[in-house]
């Protein structure tokens, strides 16, 4: 388990890949021999909540639930908001553009080559309108119920208890999204020819595989943590404003 | 591949050769056939088939205590040819087929047999082929018609129709519709003009 008193960088050296984690609480590389502990409070990160998760990015079996429901839903929604910028801004364009070289570099003469450019196009769409549905919606949704929660003020939860909005509707969402991604590296990794450039292909396939693992952690923060949470909250908002 | 092994066993050489017909037909499988109860026996064992199919004047008391036996060791599934003398099931069958059925019902009867003793089973995971009609539904889903239309095409049921797509899927690797359809295209079991992309 990684603990406050560890050294920052050898978290880094733990795994790779929390590099792009740390990089949503604004904390940047070059931290010296500091501890997590330290680089959090000089950043104003909240340790405890940094820790759970990088341990439940880290280690799948580190099941965040209970410990992460103890934060507030405020804390939560920051870090996934952080998240779906990353994929946005980061993997979903370095992914399009490998996508596009291995198109044109493996595949140009293939009669069905746009087929998997059309692919992930359909695939970018989907996650494009889910990230925006739950910054849009679902996210501002949950934040009024805890601000409606929290105030203990009736008139607040009245309006929560009328929207007749639940939280779970969305869960299923992150299936599709789920199998699209798996299809989509199957397809390369077993149903397309050949590629002239292998090197190019696990490039792709290595990006694919880095985003599901992120973004299986994603959600699982969002289906174990958030929506438990919420769901709490509107059954102890209905149960007082029932009569 | 994972083709399926099929024992018939009849004296009646018409319902054995209509049946080997009606059965092609229908999945990918491979007939073996016998006239004879002492040939049975020894293809039983031979052949090791998936499923048996008795037809009713083939099996009497004597042999039936060594079919069971077989039947044990190599587990192929007895299925009966019912006829109009055996009103009863026989206590040994698992599943029993009416010689008077139409050529859908008894293809759609086949199909639920199949389907029912092989999903999940050690075949279908280690086979990477598809069956001929699992191609042919796969071609319906990349043409964009639903379970129920393309159980109205092939004549089978729609509940029969999820079943092969689960097990497409389970073969494949490909969970979607859009990546079922990437497949297809990339082996030509369709083609871009007809689904229009
Ligand atoms: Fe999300
Ligand atoms: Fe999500």
Redesign the pocket.
Same mark, same amino acid.
């Given at each position: 388990m990684i603990t406050a008193d560890k050294k920052m960088a050898d978290l880094i050296h733990l795994n790779y890949l929390l590099v792009s984690v740390i990089t949503r609480f604004d904390i940047r590389l070059g931290f010296g021999d500091k501890t997590i502990a330290e680089v959090c409070k000089e950043n104003s990160v909240n340790t405890e909540f940094f820790l759970e998760i990088v341990n439940s990015f880290h280690d799948k079996e580190y099941f965040p639930g209970k410990h992460l429901q103890g934060f507030s839903i405020k804390l939560i929604i920051d870090y996934l908001s952080k998240t779906h910028q990353y994929y946005l801004t980061e993997k979903i364009p370095e992914i399009e553009q490998l996508i596009d070289q291995m198109v044109n570099k493996c595949y140009g003469h293939h009669k069905h080559a746009h087929l998997l450019r059309s692919f992930f196009k359909e695939y970018k769409e989907e996650l494009i309108s =889910?990230i925006s549905r739950?910054d849009e919606t679902v996210f501002p949704y949950a934040s009024e119920v805890e601000n409606a929660y929290l105030s203990k003020k009736e008139s607040k939860q009245k309006q929560i208890s009328q929207k007749g909005y639940h939280i779970d509707e969305y869960r299923s +969402? =992150?299936n599709n999204i789920e199998e699209k991604l798996f299809d989509l590296k199957n397809i390369i990794i077993k149903y397309l020819p050949s590629p002239e450039n292998q090197a190019l292909c696990s490039k792709v396939l290595s990006a694919l595989f880095i985003l599901e693992q992120d973004m299986n952690d =994603?959600?699982r923060i +969002?289906d174990n943590v958030l929506i438990p949470k919420v769901i709490l909250m509107e059954k102890a908002i209905h149960t007082t404003n029932a009569i | 591949m994972g083709k399926i092994k099929v024992l018939i066993a009849s004296t009646s050489y018409i319902i054995l050769k209509g049946l080997n017909f009606v059965l092609k037909e229908s999945e990918d499988i491979d007939v073996v056939w016998n006239t004879e109860v002492e040939e049975l026996l020894a293809s039983i064992i031979k052949n090791k088939p998936d499923f048996v199919i008795l037809s009713g004047e083939i099996v009497n008391q004597k042999n039936l205590k060594e079919i069971q036996k077989l039947h044990g060791k190599t587990k192929p599934i007895i299925i009966f040819l019912k006829t109009d003398e055996h009103i009863n099931t026989p206590a040994f069958c698992d599943e029993i087929i009416s010689l008077y059925k139409d050529k859908n019902n008894l293809t759609e009867q086949f199909s639920q047999i199949v389907l029912k003793y092989t999903s999940g089973k050690p075949r279908e995971v280690t086979s990477t082929g598809l069956s001929k009609r699992e191609k042919s539904i796969l071609r319906h889903i990349a043409l964009g018609l639903t379970s129920k239309e393309i159980g109205n095409k092939l004549f089978i049921s729609t509940h029969t129709v999820i079943t092969h797509r689960k097990n497409i899927s389970q073969k494949l690797g490909i969970k979607t519709v859009s990546g079922q359809t990437v497949y297809a295209i990339l082996n030509g079991l369709v083609t871009m003009e007809e689904i229009g992309s």
């Open positions: =889910h739950e +969402e =992150h =994603h959600s +969002e | -």
